[in-house]
């Protein structure tokens, strides 16, 4: 199935770890590179992760990714009110030869 | 600093084509894959397709058929041309660049975007 699917929203206190899941399939997370993106509101998507668990120049290392099987996850620790953003996971999926994203969690801070 | 940014027409009408350019400052468009990117109010982005500084192109199976991306490496611009629109076509569409000048999928330099809306 080609479909990255991921929890709607999140929440968390500032300093809080907040950890969000994206689920895929083998035809995508299982057999290929995740990347996730951060978007605020009325601006354009930034690269946060690549490769699973790497971080562009400038990311805070507070921003951390990895993968189990055809699952992958974005974690938050120490959550700050500047996290507060929608979080997307991206990967290119086999089945449908094309790169398809999640649906998004919005991440909130208490 | 690297920077893209696009243009074209905010409204289209139903059935005709959408035509938007990207165009790259501050670098040279001659290396990197160069993509298309979609996302329609309050829902998930959606890549469209890319073209390779060397002018070959890849395209979302979604899309296929009514969409075209071709790059003009002599004023630094890519365009995207999408057929036969309709109201699901409304969206904001963003240009991007792969982080790696070998590597396709890491959308590391956007566009601020374009907003297209679909009507009569």
């Known amino acids: 199935q080609s479909v990255l699917t991921q929890p709607p929203s999140m929440s968390g206190t500032p300093g809080q770890r907040v950890t969000i899941i994206c689920s895929g399939s083998?035809?995508?997370?299982?057999?290929?590179?995740v990347n996730w993106y951060q978007q605020r509101p009325g601006t354009a998507p930034r690269l946060l992760i690549y490769s699973y668990n790497q971080r562009p120049s400038g990311v805070p290392d507070r921003f951390s990714g990895s993968r189990s099987g055809t699952s992958a996850s974005l974690a938050i620790s120490g959550l700050q009110s500047e996290d507060e953003a929608e979080y997307y996971c991206?990967?290119?999926?086999?089945?449908?030869?094309?790169?398809?994203f999640g649906g998004g969690t919005k991440v909130t801070a208490l | 600093q690297v920077q893209l940014q696009e243009s074209g027409p905010g409204l289209v009408k139903p059935s005709e084509t959408l035509s938007l350019t990207c165009t790259v400052s501050?670098?040279?468009?001659?290396?990197?894959?160069w993509s298309w990117i979609r996302q329609p109010p309050g829902k998930r982005l959606e890549w469209i397709g890319y073209?390779?500084?060397?002018?070959?192109?890849m395209y979302s199976p979604s899309l296929k058929g009514r969409v075209s991306i071709s790059i003009d490496a002599s004023r630094d611009k890519f365009s995207l041309t999408l057929d036969s629109v309709t109201a699901a076509d409304a969206a904001v569409y963003f240009c991007?660049?792969?982080?790696?000048?070998?590597?396709?999928?890491?959308?590391?330099?956007w566009g601020q975007g374009t907003l297209v809306r679909v009507s009569s």
């Open positions: 083998r035809s995508n997370i299982g057999s290929n590179t």
């Open positions: 501050g670098a040279s468009i001659n290396s990197h894959y």
């Open positions: 991007a660049r792969d982080r790696d000048r070998d590597l396709f999928g890491e959308f590391g330099l």
């Open positions: 991206a990967a290119w999926d086999a089945s449908v030869n094309a790169v398809i």
């Open positions: 073209v390779h500084y060397t002018g070959s192109t």
